[in-house]
């Protein structure tokens, strides 16, 4: 196949003009008539009943058209466990959870209000950590976990603190592990983290005096917004109206529903009135999602031959106050638990955990990064432990063609190639040579520019992800000319800096083979008049919108061909599009797309044909349920990405501190759709994961259970200073057989072995693990004085 | 507490100022920010609200030609002063430079942050024409970014800046009928090699001597 004319090509973004001139709309940039300013009253309590919500007063002061609390809206919400309302009723759960609001005319009038509203809360004991949650008589933060509704797949135990368990169970893990040579049993440890988009959640809502809503949302999805709108205020979905601006970052932390039930309960006090809620940095710190937080205990038994043999995953996962969004997050790293290898026989329990913290999420990783970052360390450990390069460990124990996942799933040629991109990164970073990356104990010595003692190492981390979401998610597309033949495509999916507007236009002009400039994607989808699509997350829209466009393009092509076999009274068999036109090679005639688009009009006056559009859809198929007992299926998840990444660190062994001077990295992604753009994929998740990996740590003050870091200045993420000074991304193509062009997800995968893969290095560097992310200078400091006095 | 609220509303004062070459004369509160002025009352919505403390740079504009986070000024404070924003320094026809760079390396993702990164580095190159790796990732730090990973951001930088060293800096300006003859600090005179090279030129300037 000669080469294509987009897919592959680094086209520009589709929508970077608008970006780069100011001119793109986000949430906050949109003007309402008399717009009211909401402020949330949330409780100052990590756990306590809430005994009286008192509102009059604040009700009356000027400037105060609505006040909304638990009393008004009892209405449950959630994704896949509903165990959360729009404000607290009875209990609340930790600090920042909403017990009530305020629309009013001005910020300062709804802030001054918000200071009469009287609560009166009877504290009770919180539980900030999995340990203390899964105790015995640990108080229980849900005592009405089994009357929640619930998706059959999520298995929350009522009566205790655990909102989802996930067991897999594959061969005979403890008769295998008896027989093994050599046992290793390690924890560790992941903190909560922030998203830190850099728009913070916004909505906004109106209810009219028709009865209508209508949410314009800060979103990953205006059709998951809608529905779970819908449930929560028992609402038809033909009375709401949903529409995603611009986006300002989302990963995960935009996925589902979050502020826009307060903004709907607010606005249906306020009617007819538009009413924004709009949280500030702090806010958006302990007061939105975050990422859970994990401790992961691994045992691997291994035999001499270099082959796990036996292999126990336990994680646990601090789900903060609410397990809604989170719970899959649980069962997504229980059917993923063995990471990138075979492992025969496997003990795996994924177990989410109700902390008196912010609420866990979804986050770019989806746990994978979680996962990873013991999985990667304990696979270095037991490596390194038998005497082995970690790198040709790695190539032994990985999973590939023929081999068979934790969930008892044997993979195909078209899998993609995680020995692949081991073999890359590892050359591209020479792990094996150089001084710095033998196996020893002793140390490496180097001179630093700054005259102090200083340690090299390199270490890596694989990574493999599938898209964890319902079995039925699909996306949707209309695809339809004007009537100078531009092409319009309708997708619901959210660009929100990933591409997917740029990629769906090369998909659509691939197909139909028309100039890019020939094709607009209308994005900033709206509920009312865009296909449906279940949501942005998981990796999944090239993969899926793509589908959808290239299946769409197929029947536009039917529609143009019929008409143009008509008119140039020719098979339709013999035409192909070329160039903004329907061709017939065998004659050289063909008819420019304007004259089809709108329907051909013959000399005589008589027309054929009609405007040409299409629909159309697409939902992976041949999903199959897990084993509740044993999680084994033989095909779970949609697809797999897997990569690596190799780093190098230089450790100052003075003062701990260390840089992350390069990173490799490498995916199997089936198919570079646009080099500029699965680039920024790449080197933006390498970044995050520095943040995650290097600085990154939502800290709780246990006396009072308040962020002890909620702001910028204090919760650091990576600038531009802590870049690596080199980033060598490099892909290889297995093409994946349902995949849009063979492509498969990369959006999430870029950032999960980083962490693991410095802590790695850092052990190659100076003979010190850390097991608790983030890595920071004092840890290594720390180690490297433990390890010192132990001689 | 409520008192203050309402009596701000009688303490309004006016400003005079100039954003993007217009005039502009409009009252004011005293507590009302830069930010909130160029967004709420000037509908100039391009610089960001990302922390309102001065931590994440989204709301970055020049302020009598030096970049400034617009959270942490009041606009009571841009009395007299000359104003450029992202919506002043180029569109699609005249792309600056820096808007030519940012979208030919894909330095843009969510674009939430690209307004302020771009007036961030106007105000670096208009200090430092010739900055370094190390001054752009100084300058830059300053601008959070949660998307890019950054590299393309600094690479798009760099090659505005290549791009901007062989065009004499002029005053700041604003394109238009209404403003000045001047031009942004590195617009190409029309005619240039670069201009040729196919890099798009911001108004039309009459070039400094």
């Given amino acids: 196949m000669s080469e294509n004319r987009w897919v592959g090509q680094a086209v520009d973004r589709v929508d970077g003009v608008e970006k780069v001139t100011g001119s793109a709309r986000y949430t906050a940039d949109l003007k309402f008539p008399r717009l009211l300013h909401a402020h949330v009253i949330r409780s100052p309590h990590p756990h306590a009943r809430v005994l009286a919500v008192r509102m009059e007063r604040a009700a009356r002061m000027p400037g105060v058209r609505a006040v909304a609390s638990g009393r008004d809206f009892p209405f449950h919400t959630g994704i896949y466990l509903k165990d959360q309302t729009v404000f607290a009723t009875d209990r609340v759960r930790y600090v920042g959870d909403p017990v009530a609001a305020i629309a009013a005319e001005s910020e300062e009038a709804a802030l001054a209000a918000a200071a009469l509203v009287e609560i009166d809360y009877d504290p009770l004991p919180p539980v900030y950590d999995v340990l203390a949650g899964i105790a015995p008589d640990a108080p229980l933060i849900h005592p009405d976990l089994g009357s929640y509704e619930c998706v059959p797949w999520i298995t929350p135990k009522p009566g205790t603190n655990i909102c989802n368990h996930l067991k897999v169970r594959k061969g005979d893990y403890a008769a295998a592990l008896a027989t093994c040579r050599r046992v290793f049993d390690n924890t560790f440890e992941v903190p909560q983290v922030q998203h830190v988009p850099i728009e913070p959640h916004v909505s906004v809502a109106c209810f009219d005096l028709a009865g209508k809503v209508i949410v314009h949302t800060s979103a990953q999805s205006p059709f998951t917004v809608r529905h779970l709108l819908c449930a929560c205020f028992s609402l038809s979905h033909g009375d709401v109206q949903v529409t995603v601006p611009a986006v300002g970052g989302g990963f995960g932390g935009k996925a589902g529903i979050n502020l826009e039930p307060i903004a709907v309960a607010l606005a249906m006090k306020a009617r007819g009135r538009w009413v924004r809620v709009m949280v500030d940095r702090a806010e958006e710190f302990y007061a939105t999602v975050v990422r859970q937080a994990l401790t992961a205990r691994l045992v691997s038994g291994v035999d001499d031959d270099g082959r796990v043999r036996a292999q126990k995953m336990h994680y646990l996962w601090g789900c903060g106050g609410y397990g809604g969004y989170g719970v899959n997050v649980v069962r997504a790293a229980g059917y993923t638990c063995g990471g990138a290898y075979e492992f025969p026989n496997v003990e795996g329990d994924s177990i989410g955990v109700y902390t008196n913290r912010p609420v866990g999420s979804a986050y770019r990783g989806f746990g994978m990064q979680e996962i990873h970052w013991a999985l990667e360390q304990q696979m270095d450990i037991v490596a390194r432990g038998i005497g082995m390069h970690p790198v040709d460990f790695r190539l032994l124990n990985c999973l590939g063609p023929g081999k068979t996942t934790v969930t008892g799933q044997v993979l195909d040629a078209h899998v993609g190639r995680v020995d692949l991109c081991i073999k890359r990164v590892d050359e591209a970073l020479d792990l094996r040579g150089g001084a710095a990356s033998h196996l020893r104990s002793d140390e490496v010595l180097d001179r630093r520019a700054n005259g102090r003692q200083a340690f090299h190492g390199k270490g890596m981390a694989c990574a493999v992800k599938a898209p964890a979401m319902p079995n039925d998610a699909a996306s949707s597309v209309v695809m339809k000319f004007a009537e100078d033949a531009t092409l319009e495509i309708l997708v619901s999916g959210i660009d929100y800096g990933q591409g997917l507007k740029t990629v769906a236009a090369q998909f659509a002009a691939e197909a139909l083979d028309l100039p890019m400039e020939s094709v607009r994607v209308r994005g900033n989808p709206d509920t009312n008049l865009s296909p449906y699509d279940w949501q942005t997350v998981a990796s999944r829209q090239t993969w899926a919108t793509g589908n959808a466009i290239l299946k769409g393009a197929e029947e536009l092509k039917r529609q143009l061909f019929v008409v143009a076999a008509q008119v140039l009274d020719v098979s339709v068999s013999e035409l192909e599009c070329h160039d903004g036109a329907v061709v017939h090679p065998p004659s050289g005639r063909s008819i420019p797309l304007m004259r089809l688009v709108m329907g051909y009009q013959f000399p005589d006056g008589h027309a054929i044909g009609g405007p040409v559009a299409a629909t159309s859809s697409f939902m992976p198929e041949g999903l199959l349920f897990l084993d509740p007992e044993t999680s084994q299926s033989a095909k779970p998840v949609a697809k797999w990405t897997f990569g690596a990444q190799a780093v190098e660190v230089t450790v100052d062994a003075e003062t701990g501190q260390y840089t992350v001077d390069r990173v490799a990295a490498c995916y199997d992604v089936g198919r570079v759709i646009n080099p500029g753009l699965i680039r920024g994929q790449t080197y933006g998740g390498i970044v995050q994961g520095l943040g995650t990996g290097m600085m990154e740590e939502l800290r709780i003050d246990r006396a009072t259970g308040r962020i002890a870091n909620a702001s910028l200045m204090d919760y650091k993420i990576p600038s531009s200073e802590d870049v690596p000074v080199e980033m060598l991304v490099s892909y290889v193509e297995t093409p994946q057989t349902d995949g849009p062009m063979g492509a498969r997800g990369i959006g999430e995968h870029t950032m999960i072995p980083t962490p693991a893969a410095i802590a790695n290095a850092i052990f190659d560097a100076c003979g010190v693990r850390i097991h608790e992310m983030p890595i920071t200078a004092e840890k290594v400091l720390a180690a490297l004085r433990a390890k010192e006095a132990r001689g | ?209």
């Fill in chain 2, 1 to 209: 507490m409520v008192e203050r609220a309402y009596a701000r509303r009688t303490m309004s004062t006016t400003i005079s100022l100039r954003v993007n070459g217009q005039d502009e004369r409009h009252d004011v509160e005293p507590n009302q920010t830069l930010l909130a002025f160029l967004r709420d009352t000037l509908d100039l919505t391009g610089a960001k609200e990302g922390c309102n403390e001065g931590e994440c740079g989204a709301c970055m504009v020049l302020v009598d030609g030096r970049a400034v986070n617009s959270c942490l000024m009041l606009a009571v404070e841009a009395d007299g002063r000359e104003i450029i924003t992202i919506e002043g320094i180029g569109d699609a026809e005249h792309l600056h430079p820096l808007q030519a760079a940012f979208l030919k390396h894909t330095a843009v993702q969510c674009g939430f942050c690209t307004p302020g990164m771009i007036m961030t580095a106007i105000g670096l190159l208009a200090e430092n024409p010739d900055p370094d790796e190390a001054a752009v990732r100084e300058a830059m730090a300053g601008s959070l970014c949660r998307c890019t990973g950054y590299r393309q951001i600094l690479d798009a930088i760099h090659e505005a800046a290549g791009v901007m060293r062989v065009v004499p800096a002029v005053e700041f300006g604003m394109r238009g009928p209404a403003g000045p003859s001047g031009v942004a600090p590195g617009l190409m005179a029309p005619g240039s090699a670069e201009a040729a090279a196919g890099v798009k030129v911001l108004g039309l300037p009459e070039m400094a001597p």
